[in-house]
């Protein structure tokens, strides 16, 4: 299983006074639990094997007095502090110790650390630094000892160049690049004694010379070959980012007609609900009229008959005027003053009816409006408040729906959509012009290297004149191959790395994630950049991800790096699940039993609710519980099963 933590000693450190921690690893079970409830003192251990490995690099020096036990240091003036670790790999046995002194002057405490010891199966080693760094290197040190709520960090668009050289060197490349580095200092000694040699031979001399320079010119090229790779790969980067915001720009375009017809629609429903509401304000006016409809009929009734006798009336009493001021009456005979008089008489009894037209027209009007009223139809007053109530829940379901599209159109403007996709046909075009680049460094740069192959064979003929000259040019191009293998072996293995890290990554990343569906794996730039594959195809930018798909992309990436390394390092988790919902949670106690590693978690009773615990028990070599002594002040760490 590789190196496994077998025992932890503690003296003074924080909440813990004398405290001996062992993990039994007489087991074929991998997994170790450490439950103990905020505050009682777990990332405590973390920090405590952090500070034993690395000193100031684990945990500050400034800090340290915060890291004496405060019972033990109100009993004395001078204290010591000290950590031990014993690590077990392949029958091997290391003791890592490392003790801090702290002492009073007055008010201030001035803490004094020791450098550490390594002993490896009771042999005391000189240089313990770097017998410590030979088994986990500081560099790498976030890739054994996380945290799980900061290990989304390694997820991030980009790495920064501590984490790229801490990856390469779990990987074992600064190995490699030493021998590269080796072989041109080599290379760079042997022409130089060529040069000397050469000294007497004007022809040699020159052929050195030009060699030389030859391979200066090779050494420009070749790296602006690498530059122009590296140039190639972030413009790519580049290229595919502004692809993915072209996508997005392209649905907030589609959003942004989107909420213009739902603008339209919600104003032309705003009139239809002004219009309701009117017709709920008429018909509460009128809601008290088939109540009345009797009566109204009633009226109606009797206004027509009055209005019917009374325009008779009118009609008289014109004619009887008429007659009077004429010879002749209706019959055609002539008027006498008997008929007159009779007339006058007539005209007197009449003589109230003078306002008649004017009431005979309020009548009429009257009498209209009522016809209206009891011509129209009985009010249904329930469908008219339901017509204005449904266009109240329409438009505020609209809303709704135009607030969810601002929200996620929030802080992008609609100019965005053309300057993406001008962005993005320039990236294209330089991603294309970066690659012709390429196509011509690689052209100029063989037919340099075939002068160079050229100029080799004529030296070595010219050198075979003389023994020393000979051996001279032997060795240059001994070193000079060495060199070229050294290249080819660092681009192959780091190929073929890259590959098994993305690999194992994915295959892992396959299980913890809770889109096994959407997702087909991760993709791992050459410098180590993540992205996720979708099943369309896409690379996704971890920064789209939320937060706990950042936390199981970075689990993966970490795990899967430790796996491809070959080294089989102990994982120590603090706070396992971070952000994660309960099916991330559950994928990852699911893939802890296949790690080749000892994973030892320190949790909280929440950190493994409901079955979690249950699913992982079968793979759990021991449980440890931290308890308070309150009467002490203290922590203690034992074994519950």
């Known amino acids: 299983m590789g190196l496994r933590l077998k025992q932890i000693r503690l003296k003074n450190w924080k909440c813990y006074r004398e405290q001996k921690i062992q993990f039994d690893l007489n087991t074929d079970k991998n997994i170790w639990i450490v439950f103990g409830q905020n505050g009682y003192g777990k990332t405590s251990l973390l920090e405590a094997i952090l500070w034993c490995l690395y000193g100031n690099e684990g945990i500050s020096t400034k800090k340290l007095p915060d890291y004496f036990n405060r019972i033990a240091l109100k009993k004395r003036k001078q204290i010591n502090l000290s950590v031990q670790l014993n690590f077990e790999e392949n029958g091997k046995n290391y003791f890592i110790s490392r003790q801090a002194t702290l002492i009073w002057r007055g008010t201030t405490p001035i803490v004094t650390p020791d450098e550490p010891t390594f002993n490896e199966d009771g042999k005391q080693r000189n240089n313990p630094r770097e017998y410590i760094d030979s088994i986990l290197p500081k560099s790498c040190k976030e890739f054994f000892f996380f945290d799980g709520v900061e290990i989304q960090r390694y997820a991030q668009l980009t790495q920064t160049d501590e984490t790229k050289n801490a990856i390469e060197q779990i990987l074992g490349i600064p190995e490699l690049k030493n021998l590269r580095e080796d072989a041109d200092k080599a290379l760079k000694q042997i022409e130089k004694d060529l040069n000397k040699a050469s000294a007497a031979n004007q022809t040699l001399k020159q052929k050195t010379d030009r060699l030389a320079t030859l391979q200066e010119d090779i050494a420009l090229r070749t790296g602006q070959l690498q530059q122009a790779k590296q140039d190639l790969e972030n413009s790519i980067k580049i290229f595919e980012d502004c692809q993915e915001k072209a ?56 206004l027509q008959r009055k209005n019917i006798k009374k325009t008779g009336l009118s009609v008289s009493l014109k004619q009887l005027r008429e007659l009077l001021n004429s010879d002749r009456c209706l019959c055609g005979r002539c008027m006498d003053d008997e008929s007159r008089n009779y007339i006058r008489q007539t005209l007197e009894e009449l003589k109230g009816s003078e306002s008649l037209s004017q009431e005979i027209i309020q009548q009429n009007n ?40 601002k929200q996620d159109t929030k802080g992008f403007k609609r100019s965005e959509v053309e300057d993406t996709w001008r ?39 010219l050198g075979g004149q003389d023994k020393e000259t000979a051996t001279l040019v032997k060795q240059m191009k001994l070193a000079q191959g060495l060199r070229d293998a050294a290249n080819e072996l660092i681009e192959w293995y780091i190929g073929d790395r890259k590959q098994t890290i993305e690999n194992t990554t994915s295959r892992i990343h396959d299980r913890v994630t809770n889109k096994p569906d959407e997702y087909r794996g991760i993709a791992i730039a050459p410098n180590y950049t993540l992205r996720v ?48 919902d309960m099916q991330h949670q559950k994928n990852i106690v699911n893939a802890l039993p296949n790690l080749p590693s000892q994973v030892i978690v320190l949790a909280t009773d929440r950190d493994f609710q409901g079955e979690l615990l249950q699913e992982l028990r079968p793979h759990i070599a021991e449980i440890l519980n931290i308890w308070r002594d309150a009467d002490e002040d203290m922590s203690i760490v034992e074994v519950r099963e």
């Open 247 to 302: 996508r997005q720009i392209e649905d907030l375009n589609e959003k942004f007609k989107k909420l213009d017809d739902r603008d339209r629609e919600k104003r032309y429903l705003e009139q239809e609900r002004e219009k309701a509401q009117e017709a709920v304000e008429n018909a509460f006016k009128k809601i008290s009229l088939p109540l009345m409809r009797e009566f109204m009929q009633e009226v109606h009734d009797d």
């Open 533 to 580: 594959k979708t099943i369309t195809g896409e690379l996704l930018n971890p920064e789209s991800l939320s937060a706990g798909e950042k936390e199981a992309l970075a689990f993966a990436f970490i795990t899967g790096l430790n796996i491809a390394s070959e080294t089989a390092a102990p994982l120590i988790m603090d706070t396992p699940f971070g952000h994660l």
């Open 366 to 405: 009257i009498q209209t409006q009522l016809s209206r009223l009891l011509s129209d139809r009985n009010l249904d007053l329930n469908e008219i408040l339901l017509k204005r109530d449904r266009l109240v829940d329409d438009i505020d379901e609209l809303q709704q729906t135009i607030d969810n599209i």
């Open 423 to 461: 962005k993005l046909g320039a990236e294209e075009k330089n991603v294309e012009n970066t690659r012709e680049r390429i196509n011509r460094l690689n052209k100029e740069l063989d037919r340099v290297k075939q002068e160079e192959v050229r100029l080799l064979q004529e030296i070595e003929t």
